[in-house]
């Protein structure tokens, strides 16, 4: 299994602001996905996007995936205080297995 | 539609004591289970995967360990409980090598 690297590791913004978020991989992938947790909270799923892919949108979600950078971002436009939350990235291992980093806590101010 | 059920959702116990952890899936028959482990803002460390009844990998050595005994239950167990096994466990499933669903957990404390 392989894992994401998300950058930065915390980021704050106002609100009606865009967030972007950076996420680095090492191994060629099927699919990369990307997850939100709010404090305390179980994890829910965003969006999948699979390596022949190179955008996705999903309401005010927007992600990218560069495979020959292994890089994808995923950018939430017009944040607001309710989009305050960690985001992981999971690039998706060939054996079905899943492995997080330490996501971006993304911090909204209203 | 699918649900997953984790309890309890919090748990405290002194250091020695056993643990189980159970989680259960509705809606969806021979799903991949997963346990996870969270420390405090950190990312999730998976601890065991399961393809199918009776069949557990494990990820991380631990003085934990896992069983399914039905398609759907997945059970996180410990004979004796260590200091640095507080921490988030969070249950989760899939279909075959797709997005994971995740349960709402279960706070640890061990004292």
């Known amino acids: 299994s392989q894992q994401g690297e998300e950058d930065p590791q915390a980021l704050s913004i106002q609100e009606g602001e865009n967030a972007t978020m950076n996420c680095s991989y090492k191994t060629s992938i099927n699919n990369l996905q990307w997850y939100r947790q709010n404090s305390g909270r179980g994890l829910v799923h965003l969006i999948l996007i699979r390596s022949n892919e190179r955008e996705k949108h999903s309401g005010r979600l927007r992600v990218t995936l560069d495979t020959s950078k292994k890089s994808s971002s995923l950018l939430i436009t017009a944040s607001r205080a309710a989009d305050t939350a960690s985001y992981f990235c999971?690039?998706?291992?060939?054996?079905?297995?899943?492995?997080f980093g330490d996501g971006t806590t993304l911090t909204v101010k209203p | 539609s699918q649900t997953i059920h984790q309890w309890p959702a919090t748990l405290v116990q002194p250091v020695g004591s056993p643990l189980s952890l159970e989680c259960t899936v509705e809606?969806?028959?021979?799903?991949?289970l997963y346990w996870y482990r969270q420390a405090a803002g950190r990312g999730l460390q998976l601890l065991f995967y399961?393809?199918?009844?009776?069949?557990i990998s494990s990820e991380v050595p631990q003085n934990l360990s896992a069983s399914r005994p039905q398609d759907r239950q997945f059970i996180l167990s410990s004979k004796k409980l260590l200091l640095s096994d507080s921490g988030f466990y969070l249950c989760?499933?899939?279909?075959?090598?797709?997005?994971?669903?995740f349960g709402p957990g279960t706070r640890l404390t061990v004292t």
């Open positions: 399961s393809v199918g009844i009776g069949q």
């Open positions: 989760a499933w899939s279909a075959k090598r797709v997005e994971q669903y």
């Open positions: 999971v690039p998706s291992s060939p054996m079905g297995k899943s492995t």
């Open positions: 809606g969806t028959s021979n799903p991949n």
